[in-house]
């Protein structure tokens, strides 16, 4: 009798800590991550400032890179956060002209899909506008034609910094990539890729600042190479920039 008792307390103890150990929540594995923003040049428009994840600022880019361009690259070292951590991920932008921008693109590439330096090796992306063209810059490049008006109006403002918080668009994200990533999302590159100003002006890394042709409705007429709407020298290189300013 006294043996029974003993099993059955034994038992009683194992069951215990078994519901204990089920109460407490399970640590997602850690694994690397990279994030890759690329290099920026001085005049660069807007420029990515700083990338966290959660409340973590997580690396981005090597170094801001020397003003042609031209010098050695060197990708962003990798962190450990969860397979959830693309949710969490916030792009902080600053806006280094002295104009306000209404309609920023940002482009989301996931180079697991490859590496897209050839067609053979496409790379998928997901892009993430935010804000209202200007009228004056709201014409269809193929038709000429007025575009529909129908996004939330942006106003960031020259000197300020906008978060792009990709929890806004996980969903869309997901639905983008889910025929070409059948694995967890371990690296993705960041590419600010086309803004316009509340004056109808654009800026692009590459293409630079360009104005509406208004004989030709949906075309750009490219400024001058070295212009840049501010001090080119102020607010570099984006390291330096003061991540409070917002």
Not at 1 to 21: E, I, P, T, Y
Not at 43 to 49: K, L, M, P
Not at 130 to 147: E, I, K, L, Y
Not at 185 to 213: C, E, K, L, Q
């Amino acid at each position: 009798m006294f043996r029974s008792l003993k099993l059955l307390g034994g038992s009683a103890l194992a069951l215990a800590l078994l519901l204990v150990m089920a109460s407490v929540p399970a640590t997602a594995a850690q694994a690397e991550r990279q994030i890759d923003c690329g290099v920026a040049v001085t005049n660069d428009g807007v420029v990515i400032t700083r990338v966290t994840v959660g409340n973590v600022v997580v690396p981005c880019m090597a170094a801001p890179g020397p003003p042609d361009g031209r010098g050695p690259y060197q990708s962003a070292p990798p962190f450990q956060a969860d397979d959830d951590w693309l949710q969490n991920v916030t792009i902080y932008l600053f806006n280094r002209t002295n104009k306000t921008i209404v309609w920023a693109g940002v482009q989301i590439g996931f180079p697991q899909t490859g590496d897209g330096r050839s067609p053979a090796t496409p790379q998928h992306t997901y892009n993430i506008t935010v804000g209202r063209r200007p009228a004056v810059a709201n014409f269809s490049p193929r038709t000429g034609q007025p575009m529909p008006l129908h996004d939330i109006p942006l106003s960031f403002a020259g000197g300020r910094t906008q978060a792009i918080r990709l929890s806004e668009y996980i969903d869309q994200i997901r639905y983008t990539i889910q025929d070409a990533l059948f694995a967890p999302v371990t690296s993705i590159r960041i590419n600010p890729a086309y803004f316009i100003f509340d004056d109808g002006m654009s800026w692009s890394p590459g293409g630079h600042f360009a104005t509406p042709d208004q004989e030709h409705p949906g075309k750009w007429k490219p400024m001058p190479h070295d212009y840049f709407p501010g001090n080119v020298h102020a607010n570099w290189p984006p390291d330096r920039i003061g991540i409070d300013r917002k």
